[in-house]
């Protein structure tokens, strides 16, 4: 549905009103050991409308998305916001006006590939895995495409549509080690639908040889030793940090219930180098992982800087928060399918590049680590976390030296951005990241390769 169908709806608002139109459509398939173990595909779409009435909102969404279904969402969830007014007393809501206006696709020009050149493309990459390889015990590939197709209509008259795709392939490896398994994962992807993304199974092979070869060093690899360390964070582990243990202190909704983070505005909270972003769409002149040029409450996404030279100085909002906090919204309000009411969330999390080389980084640590890889982990309002690491290597006399089993980084962020040292002069994003606050929803994470103190675990 375009935006010119939802405007023939428009009388239908009486009060503040986000009218929203959206379809979900995903492909998954998943192989292991050359066996073909999922092969999905779906489609999930309607329409919801939510409403601001005295202080309170009323929601409702609907599968169906047609003329009917558009005037009955709105007219129910007007009354559920009525309802709920009526019934309690509360400081009106005080939501910021905003009109961003446009459409934003990243749809492919090229043939659509069927499911079953997916599946075939994946056993290209099995065969030379299986080829190339052959000292491995396992494998897994999974494919993941999601396109995510918006349209948006408010009664401040914000009007948007939008199409983000993103594509990815996972491919996890397994060997032997001492009669236990070692194994690593990779993503490979991101932003754009798969013909844009992957041209042929060919072109994954330099990269695959590269993951093998960070297998081998992890299978022969030696465990870290426990406690206080200097580690080189390389960017996706900066990434994640910056995404969990800071992003979501400092999302305006989490500082309202108590967040850590609303003790810490306008005092330092890092090292004067560090400045952390939260990138709407584009970055240091290139478009972001995920892209979010209009939020869903029809405010236009800016950037909003989180850390500047180490202070922090702002939180990410959306229009009730920004009212309650009287700043202005930074279009950090995204909904993950029709039926998700929007929530504060991140876009593209990165701490900016500084001006040291990789190189000259790991030259500087006598004793310590190089970790690559995050795992899952987990962090919460605090600041405090806890990373998985699933590839590092050892720092000897300046040198790399052997590789790393899975090990942990934890402790409480905003002391440990104090310790950081050096910041890489390179920006690099992981595009894979799934944000599963009360809802998934796609993000990116990213920035440069950091110098620090950190906790490590041991075996």
Known sequence: MNISDLKTHSHLFDDYTELRVQQNRNVGLTM????????????????????????????CSTPEADGAALERVVGRASTNAKVLAGRSSRAGL??????????YAWETAADRRSQKELIE??????????????????????????????TLLTSQGAEAHSMTPRSLIYIQMTMESGGEPVDLMESYG??????DRFDDPSALFPTLAKQ??????????????????????????????????????????????????????????????????????????????????????????LDCTIIDQGVLRKFMHNKESAGHFETAPTGNARAYQFSDEPLI?????????????????????????????????????????????????EIKNGKLGRGLRDTTISGVAFD??????????????????????KQPIPVGMGGPALKCTVNLGGK
């Open 212 to 301: 093998y070869e960070h297998l081998v060093a992890k299978a022969e690899g030696v465990y870290a030793d426990a406690g206080p360390k200097t580690c080189i964070l390389d960017a996706e582990l900066a990434g994640i940090l910056a995404h969990e243990a800071i992003g979501h202190t400092t999302e305006a909704d989490f500082v309202m219930g108590g967040s850590v983070a609303g003790q810490f505005m306008d005092k330092p909270v890092a090292d004067p180098m560090v400045t952390l972003v939260d990138f709407a769409h584009t970055a240091l002149g290139d478009t972001c992982p995920v892209p979010v040029h209009i939020d869903d409450e029809g405010t236009e996404a």
């Open 190 to 195: 991101g932003l754009g639908q798969f013909e």
């Open 121 to 150: 493309f994946l056993e290209a990459i099995d065969a030379h895995i299986v080829e190339t390889y052959p000292k491995l015990s396992s494998r897994l590939m999974a494919l993941s495409n999601l396109d995510m197709q918006k």
């Open 416 to 437: 440990m951005l104090k310790t950081v040292s050096m910041l890489s002069d390179e920006m690099k994003w992981t595009g894979a990241g799934m944000c599963g606050k």
């Open 32 to 59: 292991i050991n050359g066996d073909l173990v999922r092969n999905a595909r779906s489609v999930q779409g309607g329409v919801s409308a939510r409403v601001a009435k005295d202080g309170f909102w009323g929601f």
């Open 94 to 103: 005080l939501l910021p006006s905003t009109q961003a206006s446009g459409e």
């Open 345 to 393: 969330r991140m876009r593209n999390t990165a701490i900016m590049p500084g001006q040291s080389k990789i190189e000259e980084m790991i030259a500087s640590v006598e004793d310590g680590y190089y970790l690559m890889k995050p795992g899952n982990g987990q962090a919460d309002t605090t600041s405090e976390f806890m990373f998985a690491v699933t590839l590092g290597y």
